[in-house]
């Protein structure tokens, strides 16, 4: 047994450090996964013996006994426990979300800069990860290693959780010996992305919640409340003006056809979701999304920042061009625009410029045309497009805030109108029966 003095991150990103006493370096980094602490550096302990005591300093792993599993007398299997380990599994079973990607990539950052074995890293990391789903995807990636499998490749046999993106930096960084900086520019890519989207659901939700809150009283009042002031008017026999009319007329259609109503919404629903699921549907839908008011702007300059993103981080890890373009056109998230893009891998392939094929693609203003054309000239287009990204950041974040701030009256004049058209069609009634029982 040897000493080693190791520093380490805990699952609150906290920079701790102490020594542990382990067989070799890699039971010591195991030992430090097991307990849930992301291994920087270990390194041996001088003018340590293996039979002095271990200090005790804050923030230490210590030991624990793995439980072991017992079974019934006579060697039954307790098919109880199996069913509830089953059920309980399935409760825990959850969706791989950003932020377990952005975990997994900083401890893989950590790890691969420590100089961990690819194959001990990922079974560390099965061991402290909390996402059962993402657990049995590590396990997989980790036995395509053992079968001989690069890690770019055995990543890019679950693409609905790791991007072309990001096998392809890590396929940069396995060619270039260094996965450690791939690995940084993955988190510092999902990190941006991550504050795009939570830019974008802040903007959104205030709007939203009030248009279900809306949708929710009409149909409360259409349904229930309209309904029993139909039945008092029709007691009382008077004539009741146009818009109680219009009011009643509309309430009766609902309860009466309200299945079919709901089940026809559900169908549209159902049908425009295929439709743009398709490919060509998709495209039509990517092209008019970029047209909407407020939020058509918003839409395309996010696809636009991913796309200087993404390109300038291509080429400062030396993926070709060519290449770099199509990884790129995947990561926009917009059909149309990935189309532009592939315009522009082509215009490149036969040899145009890249400013040129950013005038022909028609989706950057002249300051962006020309920051490219710069960067072009001065062989800085990687630092270049990162400006670029940047700067639709920036362009992104004022729009987002000036969609807000016109969703607002929006809303408000929606409200008003709602109340309007309630007090006309229900309280007017009311008070012309009052005013004729009074005269």
């Known amino acids: ?45 001088r003018g340590r013996s293996a039979n002095s005591k271990r200090e005790a300093e804050p923030g230490k792993p210590q030991s624990r006994p793995r439980p072991t599993g017992k079974s019934k007398p006579g060697g039954k299997v307790d098919l109880n426990a199996d069913a509830f380990q089953v059920l309980n599994a399935a409760l825990k079973k959850r969706k791989i979300t950003l932020d377990d990607q952005i975990i997994f990539a900083r401890q893989m950052q950590s790890l691969t800069k420590a100089g961990m074995p690819l194959d001990r890293a990922l079974k560390g990391l099965q061991a402290s990860n909390k996402n059962p789903s993402f657990q049995a995807i590590l396990k997989q990636i980790q036995q395509s290693l053992e079968s001989g499998q690069t890690l770019s490749t055995a990543l890019g046999h679950h693409p609905k959780i790791f991007s072309t993106l990001f096998v392809s ?12 900086l791939a690995f940084e520019q993955i988190v510092r890519y999902l990190e941006l992305e991550k504050n795009t989207r939570k830019q974008v659901k802040s903007a959104t939700r205030y709007p939203t919640f009030v248009m279900a809150t809306i949708a929710v009283a009409l149909g409360v009042i259409t ?61 039509m839908w990517d092209e008019k999304k970029r047209m909407l008011p407020l939020a058509g702007k918003v839409i395309e300059k996010v696809a636009l920042a991913r796309f200087a993103r993404t390109f ?13 373009m199509g990884v790129v056109a995947s990561t926009v998230g917009n059909r149309f625009i990935a189309k532009r893009i592939i315009k522009m891998r082509e215009g490149i392939a036969r040899g145009e410029t890249l400013y040129n094929t950013a005038v022909n693609a028609g989706m950057f203003s002249p300051l962006v045309l020309q920051m490219i054309a710069v960067g072009e000239e001065s062989g800085t287009i990687d630092q ?56």
């Open 1 to 45: 047994m040897a000493y080693f003095q190791y520093k380490a991150r805990n699952n609150q990103g906290s920079l701790i450090s102490g020594s542990l006493e382990a067989v070799n370096l890699d039971a010591a980094a195991s030992e430090l996964l097991g307990q849930g602490y992301t291994p920087i550096d270990i390194q041996a302990a």
């Open 384 to 439: 270049l497009m990162e400006d670029v990204a940047e700067f639709y950041d920036a362009e992104v974040e004022y729009e987002l805030k000036r969609m807000g701030e016109a969703i607002e009256p929006i809303l408000i004049i929606v409200i008003a109108g709602m109340v309007l058209i309630l007090a006309l069609g229900v309280f007017l009634p009311i008070w012309d029966l009052s005013t004729a029982t009074r005269s």
């Open 223 to 283: 349904y229930f409340v309209i309904p029993a002031f139909a039945d008092t008017f029709a007691r009382l026999g008077a004539e009741l003006p146009l818009e109680t009319r219009i009011l009643v007329g509309i309430s009766n259609f609902v309860v009466m056809w309200w299945p079919v109503l709901l089940g026809g919404g559900v169908t549209l629903l159902a049908a425009f979701k295929i439709w743009s699921g398709s490919p060509k549907g998709g495209l």
């Open 312 to 324: 300038s981080m291509i080429l400062k890890s030396g993926v070709p061009i060519v290449h770099g």
């Open 169 to 180: 930096l890590v396929d940069v960084g396995e060619n270039t010996g260094r996965l450690d």
